[in-house]
């Protein structure tokens, strides 16, 4: 089976940065997902880590370390638009290839 | 990037009866699609995977007789939810990848389902 975890909410100030944790276990691991959603709406890609490392994508960044299990994304210069859920997600290729969703981590930013 | 519509965006029905959710990818063809339902405050939980031309398939604890999936074409997957009851109430995403694009699948606006 798929477990995802990462934090419920997290609060962080405009213009700081902030770093939100996933950690996951999955039997057919192929690729870690990380989505924006605000409320009411579809989802919004952010980025796709396969191989370890950082992937830096502008005001974004995501970590990746298959090994460990783990995965975080790293928002910069935070803006007050980015107040949303970031949701982490385990592709797994078991039994055809599906996308699971962690809980959603709710960012709140203050001014 | 792609586009996947869905249709209709919001729905109201009385319990009991049945509702079809349309999910079109506009500029693609999509062999799979994913049905994924999200309650207020919790993340989208795979239902089933819409396959082309074959049955789709469930996620455990998903009715497939109650939440009836068709991919007629390789553009147009349908949930139907059959005899809806008020807790059947939810935001309902279905999202396609793009087979030419490995790693990216794109989600629909989604469809707010409220049974009274």
């Known amino acids: 089976g798929q477990n995802i975890d990462q934090p419920t909410e997290m609060t962080a100030t405009e213009g700081a940065i902030v770093q939100i944790n996933c950690t996951y276990q999955?039997?057919?691991?192929?690729?870690l997902f990380w989505y924006q959603q605000h409320a009411g709406e579809a989802p919004t890609f952010l980025s796709y880590n396969v191989l370890d490392g950082l992937e830096e994508k502008g005001r974004f960044s995501s970590f990746l370390s298959r090994s460990k299990g783990y995965s975080y994304l790293l928002l910069k210069e935070l803006q007050m638009k980015d107040s949303a859920s970031y949701l982490c997600?385990?592709?797994?290729?078991?039994?055809?290839?599906?996308?699971?969703f962690g809980a959603g981590t709710r960012l709140f930013v203050k001014a | 990037g792609a586009v996947v519509s869905q249709h209709p965006s919001r729905v109201i029905c009385k319990s009991g009866t049945s509702v079809k959710i349309e999910c079109r990818s506009l500029d693609f063809q999509a062999t799979t699609m994913f049905w994924y339902r999200q309650f207020p405050k919790q993340s989208l939980m795979l239902m089933a995977t819409s396959n082309e031309g074959s049955k789709a398939t469930y996620e455990q604890g998903v009715e497939k007789d109650k939440f009836l999936i068709n991919h007629a074409s390789l553009t147009l997957s349908t949930l139907t939810v059959t005899s809806a009851h008020p807790e059947d109430s939810s935001f309902y995403i279905c999202?396609?990848?793009?087979?030419?694009?490995?790693?990216?699948?794109?989600f629909g606006p989604g469809t707010r389902l409220t049974v009274t």
């Open positions: 999955t039997s057919g691991f192929n690729g």
């Open positions: 997600a385990v592709r797994d290729q078991t039994g055809g290839f599906k996308t699971i």
């Open positions: 999202s396609a990848p793009d087979r030419n694009v490995a790693y990216e699948q794109y």
